[in-house]
């Protein structure tokens, strides 16, 4: 059996293998270094101790740290920020869309930012409305920054060395509920590219198409339907900006019925995005409208019961692939 770890140890071995493959990569957020704690869900563990102060834990100040990160970049760095919680990056919006996205734009390619920005995010645990949403539908209709978002510890790990190497700001949303899942382990060193999808199973009746959380729910459902004579093909997306359009249309061109899920809420999301997309390619061989599956257009409820009614749920996802194979 190949060695199991889990999301936290698999981002803490990159970032300790781009530190230590490259001196300009730099680490703020708030609690990073081992004096606070190695942050609040000790990815950056042992760091600052082995780094110096190359980690620096920040004040609470999500707009002042990246707004530094955002000039160490232009300097020559290659910073890596940690905003706490998906919500808070609504702080400092002004510094990533404004700043970030846009410098290389605005210099005519003289300027490149090459920072990252780590944050988690999901709801299961309670934390309510300002502590759970999936926003990256925010920033993928942002041109020149790229959103990653992994599903399993290998991917956390490969994607994240991608990330730090690339030339541009990339968002990288982590989902906090999964980070103990113990998964594969990556083979350290090797980055997975960005902009690449990944065909996690081969099917020929439908393409369910997902990321983040909805990996974990996905391959349920199809050895569900499996057993009922329903032949899934499943894609992680792991980059939701660029899309891998070619790997999408592959498949629902073969198996001429697509699902999305995501746990965002449904309207405006990437769901509708890749909907779009496919319908204008493939209308003439689509078997059925392509489905969407996502949580509720509502903030994410405190109380539990609400809380698992604004989610998505397995039999949400079932209901779509029936619809399309009627």
Same mark, same amino acid.
């Given at each position: 059996m190949s060695e &199991?770890?889990?999301?936290?140890?698999?981002?803490?071995?990159?970032? *300790?293998?781009?530190?230590?493959? +490259?001196?300009?990569?730099?680490?703020?957020?708030?609690?990073?270094? +081992?004096?606070?704690g190695g942050g609040v869900?000790?990815? !950056?563990?042992?760091?600052?101790?082995?780094?110096?102060?190359?980690?620096r834990s920040t004040p609470i100040s999500e707009m002042g740290f990246t707004g530094a990160a955002v000039g160490a970049a232009v300097a020559g760095l290659r910073p890596v920020i940690e905003i706490m919680l998906m919500n808070f990056v609504a702080v400092c919006m *002004? &510094?990533?869309?404004?700043?970030?996205?846009?410098?290389?734009?605005?210099?005519?390619? &003289? !300027?490149?930012?090459?920072?990252?920005? /780590?944050?988690?995010?999901?709801?299961?645990? &309670?934390? %309510?409305?300002?502590?759970s949403d999936f926003l990256e539908a925010w920033f993928c209709h942002t041109p020149g920054i790229k959103v990653v978002m992994p599903?399993?510890?290998? +991917? %956390?790990?490969?994607?994240? /060395?991608?990330?730090? *190497?690339?030339? *541009?700001?990339?968002?990288?949303i982590e989902h906090f509920p999964s980070y103990w899942n113990p998964g594969e382990a990556p083979k350290r060193g090797v980055s997975i590219p960005l902009g690449k999808a990944r065909r996690v199973q081969a099917g020929s009746d439908v393409t369910l198409i997902g990321y983040s959380r909805s990996m974990l729910d996905i391959p349920v459902v199809a050895k569900k339907l499996e057993a009922a004579g329903v032949s899934c093909e499943i894609i992680d997306l792991r980059t939701v900006s660029p899309l891998d359009m070619e790997t999408i249309l592959t498949s629902v061109k073969k198996t001429g019925r697509a699902v999305v899920v995501h746990e965002a809420v449904r309207s405006f999301g990437v769901g509708a995005e890749i909907s779009a997309r496919i319908h204008e390619s493939l209308f003439r061989e689509l078997k059925a409208p392509v489905e969407r599956v996502a949580s509720q257009d509502c903030p994410v409820p405190f109380a539990k019961q609400l809380e698992t009614a604004f989610l998505y749920s397995h039999a949400d996802i079932e209901a779509a692939v029936r619809r399309t194979l009627a």
């Open positions: &199991q770890i889990n999301t936290i140890q698999a981002l803490n071995w990159a970032l *300790d293998d781009a530190m230590a493959a +490259d001196t300009n990569v730099v680490l703020f957020g708030e609690e990073l270094a +081992d004096g606070e869900m000790k990815v !950056t563990a042992g760091l600052s101790t082995k780094y110096g102060a190359r980690v *002004d &510094q990533i869309t404004n700043h970030a996205a846009k410098l290389r734009f605005m210099s005519g390619g &003289q !300027t490149h930012v090459p920072m990252v920005i /780590r944050t988690m995010t999901g709801s299961g645990f &309670q934390t %309510a409305g300002q502590h599903s399993n510890p290998a +991917d %956390a790990y490969g994607l994240l /060395r991608a990330s730090i *190497d690339d030339e *541009d700001p990339v968002l990288f």
